[in-house]
């Protein structure tokens, strides 16, 4: 079984439109997140979701909206698409809020392509 | 504030060591180190709590010195399965909007094992 696992894991799209991506953990961890690496590996991190509230929302623009369903699933909505938005986007998940403790789970990564 | 790291890529022949390097310039409560595989996730490799401690994964160690505020981490005797991207990422030391619960990755170490 996948602990982190993310769909879809391409995704190619024209610029204007809106995608979602979806992400789900059977690990049983009360924290999920999104990052973000672009196309120097850097991993940054856009958001984060402690038992479904929103609790870490970096300077990401507004056409990136997450939605926490329940504490197992983490999607991530983006609207009017734009060429800086490709990258590849990890979802992760944690036991808790990351504190000298835990340890961050990765998904497979969704490698999104706007042309 | 993300950490630097260096080098940004090493090239090994099996057998030989490397070390990478993880520098911030905020007080840090932990520094995590993660193996990116290509095309892979990264995977966890080891967190280091502030207290200079030391920890190792198989022949991969590292440690921690919080009053440099930077970690090493050490590939001895490195196999051709250490090959991928390093990062380390950073909780700073005090709870603020600014660090509380966000790791913050470096831009990543390539290594190459060759035969």
């Known amino acids: 079984d996948t602990a982190v696992s993310q769909t879809p894991k391409y995704l190619v799209t024209q610029m204007g439109n809106d995608k979602s991506i979806k992400c789900e953990q059977n690990?049983?961890?009360?924290?999920m997140y999104w990052y973000k690496q672009d196309s120097k590996k850097f991993l940054k991190i856009m958001f984060s979701?402690?038992?479904?509230?929103?609790?870490i929302n970096e300077t990401v623009p507004n056409r990136f909206s997450p939605k926490s369903p329940d504490k197992a699933h983490l999607n991530l909505h983006i609207n009017s698409l734009e060429l800086g938005d490709s990258a590849v986007y990890f979802c992760?998940?944690?036991?808790?809020?990351?504190?000298?403790?835990?340890?961050?789970?990765f998904g497979s990564g969704t490698q999104l392509s706007v042309l | 504030q993300q950490p630097v790291q260096s080098p940004q890529a090493v090239i090994l022949r099996e057998g030989e060591d490397a070390v990478i390097n993880c520098s911030s310039s905020?007080?840090?409560?932990?520094v995590h180190w993660y193996r990116q595989k290509h095309g892979e996730a990264p995977v966890f490799l080891m967190i280091?709590?502030?207290?200079?401690e030391q920890k190792g994964h198989d022949k991969i160690s590292a440690s921690f010195n919080e009053k440099k505020q930077q970690s090493s981490l050490y590939l001895t005797a490195s196999q051709l399965s250490y090959s991928g991207t390093y990062f380390c990422?950073?909780?700073?030391?005090?709870?603020?909007?600014?660090?509380?619960?966000?790791?913050?990755f470096g831009a990543g170490t390539q290594v190459v094992v060759t035969p």
């Open positions: 992760a998940s944690s036991q808790d809020l990351v504190r000298g403790q835990e340890k961050l789970f």
């Open positions: 690990l049983g961890h009360d924290t």
């Open positions: 979701y402690n038992n479904k509230e929103l609790i």
């Open positions: 905020k007080a840090l409560y932990s």
């Open positions: 280091l709590l502030k207290g200079g």
């Open positions: 990422g950073t909780e700073g030391e005090y709870m603020t909007t600014d660090s509380w619960g966000k790791l913050q």
